[in-house]
């Protein structure tokens, strides 16, 4: 309540006060600039009817001035981090990163980042993907920053941290917590359970009211000393966490995107999370189908590698029969599986005797 109202004074005094303020100082100038021209013209006009034609005038000098008030009226909306947001404009955006940036995951999630901080202005945002979802994803120009595959492909399960965005942490108990390391929230972590749980079904975005003791995020905080919660506790508290949307795409959780507080310290509304929603939904399927090029690269990698396997064994068999006399013969190997364990060889031996060696190695 303290907040609405004190959001809501700050509000109608900046803006309707602007408004007030313009129309009183033009009212002020066309009465005083004016009014002596009415008496020269009418002497018998009194000054209620001079006061009722100047406001009369003031109201359409007001009329005619919309176009600028229209370019001042979104500064002071900025102001007051009230600045409405256009939820197709984002998504049509983002539509097109996801086009232009399936091969580059971590500058798709850049701009994902971007776009929630210039549409909802929380103070900061960080994106989190699961290890396993994270080695599957081509590495792109930037790579990892600092993962690497084999190391994602470790994170089987956890949580990694590839982008932050926002302004810098406070000092003090909120002091930067990825001074002690990339950040990880692990797979058996309170956070990683309450994202399964809203990843089900139909996806929901996570609240985090560290302050609640009716909340999940609570525990975390007042976890005793040495308790793993409590390190988990501190990190949301470092990250100044207020919201966690889940990436899902296919019922699977490939990671999520933790919204700091916003700005204007009002909550995250109705309309914020369905956005929210919405834009980690279409980044989602951007990384699934990011892992669906890089799985087609690899496969393409690996046809390649397999007909110049196929082509050694290939020469590797005997490409002439030795002569015997009598007998006509030949030999073929042909592998199931592009390539094969088989082998084979002609022996001419003394005599005009023919040796045959067979190799089975595998399958």
Known sequence: IRLIVRRGLQWALVSRGFLLIEG??????????????????APQVGAGATALATAMLTALVLVGIRQLNRRIMPAI???????????????TELG????????????????????????????????????????????????FGAWSRAAAREMDGNFVCLVRAGTDPPAGDKADPEAAGPLVIPKS??????????????PQAVEVYQDDPRSWAHELTHAPDG??????????????????????????????????????EEPYSKEDKELLLAVSQQAAIALDYAQ?????????????????????QRRLLPAAAP?????????????????????????????????LALGDISG
Do not use: W
């Open 189 to 202: 972590a309170v956070t990683a359970e309450q994202l399964l749980k809203a990843s089900e079904g139909e």
């Open 96 to 143: 097109r990163a996801v086009r232009s940036m399936a091969g580059d995951p971590i500058r798709l999630l850049n701009t994902l980042s971007e776009k929630v901080l210039n549409s909802l202005h929380p103070d900061r945002t960080a994106v989190f993907l699961r290890g396993e979802e994270l080695a599957a994803l081509p590495a792109g120009e930037g790579g």
């Open 24 to 41: 009183v100082l033009i009212f002020a100038a066309l009465f005083f600039g004016m009014g002596p021209a009415f008496d020269a013209v």
């Open 77 to 91: 909306d900025r102001r007051f981090f009230r600045e409405a947001y256009d939820a197709r404009e984002i998504l």
């Open 323 to 355: 002569p015997v006399p009598g007998l006509d013969y030949t030999g073929i190997c042909r592998p199931a599986r592009g390539v094969g364990g088989d082998y084979f060889v002609f022996l001419p031996l003394e005599g005009g005797k023919l040796g």
């Open 227 to 264: 308790d793993e919660r409590r390190t988990e506790g501190s990190l949301l508290q470092a990250l100044n966490a207020r919201l966690l949307v889940p990436l899902v795409s296919k019922s699977r959780l490939l990671g999520f995107v933790l919204l700091g507080e916003k700005r204007s």
């Open 292 to 312: 669906l090029i890089e799985s087609t690269a690899e496969q393409a990698v690996l046809k390649r590698d397999l007909e110049i396997a196929t082509e050694v």
